[in-house]
């Protein structure tokens, strides 16, 4: 049986000078190493197989008591079949720890929307998420780690937009309470979300419907259209096909600029846009006019592009190819404004019902039950309302 070493004071410990390894007693293996002045401590202790020092830190900066302590410590862990930790390996995997916990809030942002990207109809969502962080909240709280922003942090992005970019401020509010919610579920960070509006920032800042008034799309008067059909189909090129095309079948700009051939059934008459192509992520089945079937019959095909109306590199148009039409024509409105037209002949100058208006409109039934129940959707009378809606348009070219 080894001899048991002699159990040293702290007095008798200081007084050691010579190079080399010193039992200090009190616990097996516990020894203080001096090595030309230095003195560390050092456990010496059967790790598997295997004699092994383990440094436990400079000595006096650990006394001997708390040398002792960390030594015991040591041999229970390794005796309960851990492996054995030094302090200096249990400090580098806490600050290590930390280093990972501690996420900036642009780098919560970016994660989200990389994991969300997928979700997202087209790129130009994921813009403008990232254009509204990195112009209002990234120089404020950019760099801050998530879970020390706090509720003046966040005013101090809303504030200063809040009365005069009313819109843009409650988008970014709303994107703000998204990402740190993405901290919070990845325990970036804890506690009520300072960017929540209910009952929280809708007792400080004043409601967005009272600050500035909605505006809605610039939409032209029925009467109006069939004068305007009539300028456009004299005009060449894609946007304004596009633009006859958007109108005839009520659609949204990014559907029609995005139309693809593959999606146009013309022995049917039908344009089926896909599920992710729609606003409602949902399959929309639209009944085409013999106007609207005349149009796609003159287009030309373009080899290298599979849209129908593709610009002249053979991309998609751009959103502002058709603004940019109704301005040169020195309109005030807007090419999404003709779904409201639509809306208002449907409702002011025919019989159809209400329902089929919307559903023309590729709009979600807001009624859960009734979205459960409906099973069609009621095609071939939609086919009748778009021809009349048609002929509306192309009555002053008759």
């Known amino acids: ?41 050092v456990l010496r202790m059967l790790v598997g197989e295997k004699r092994r020092d383990l440094g436990l830190g400079p000595f006096p900066q650990i006394g001997l008591a708390e040398a002792r302590d960390l030594a015991r410590e040591m041999r229970k862990s390794t005796q309960a079949g851990n492996m054995p930790i030094t302090p200096r390996r249990q400090a580098k995997e806490q600050l290590i720890a930390q280093q990972s916990a501690s996420k900036t809030f642009k780098e919560c942002a970016e994660a989200l929307m990389a994991s969300k990207s997928n979700e997202w109809k087209n790129a130009k969502h994921q813009q403008q998420w990232a254009n509204t962080l990195s112009t209002y909240a990234y120089p404020t709280i950019g760099s801050m780690a998530v879970d020390q922003i706090e509720l003046q942090h966040i005013l101090s992005c809303l504030e200063p937009i809040w009365l005069t970019k009313t819109e843009t401020a409650s988008r970014l509010r709303g994107r703000i309470e998204s990402v740190l919610d993405y901290a919070t579920v990845r325990k970036y960070r804890s506690g009520e979300n300072p960017a929540r509006w209910k009952g929280h920032l809708d007792s400080i800042l004043p409601k967005p419907s009272k600050v500035q008034q909605v505006e809605h799309h610039p939409a032209m008067p029925i009467n109006d259209v069939p004068a305007f059909i009539q300028a456009v189909s004299q005009k060449k090129g894609m946007s304004a096909q596009a633009m006859i095309f958007l109108i005839l079948t009520a659609s949204r700009s990014g559907e029609a600029r995005g139309a693809r051939w593959e999606e146009i059934n013309m022995e049917q008459k039908v344009w089926i846009i896909p599920a992710g192509r729609t606003k409602t992520s949902t399959e929309h089945r639209v009944p085409l006019s013999n106007q609207a079937i005349a149009l796609l019959v003159g287009l030309p095909r373009i080899e290298r592009s599979p849209l129908v109306f593709p610009s002249p590199n053979g991309l998609e148009l751009s959103d502002m190819a058709l603004n940019q039409m109704m301005r040169k024509m020195q309109l005030k409105y807007v090419p999404h404004g003709f779904r409201s037209t639509f809306r208002d002949w449907a409702a002011e100058r025919t019989n159809h019902p209400r329902e089929l208006a919307e559903q023309a409109l590729g709009h979600a039934i807001a009624n859960k039950v009734e979205a459960a129940y409906r099973r069609g959707d009621a095609l071939e009378k939609r086919r009748v309302m778009m021809q009349e809606w048609s002929d509306q348009c192309f009555s002053s070219m008759n």
Do not use: F, T, Y
Not at 7 to 34: F, M, P
């Open 1 to 41: 049986m080894p001899k048991k070493a002699k159990e040293l004071s702290i007095r008798a410990v200081q007084q050691l000078k010579d190079d080399g390894r010193h039992a200090v007693g009190g616990v097996d293996g516990l020894h203080l190493r001096i090595s030309n002045g230095s003195k560390a401590w």
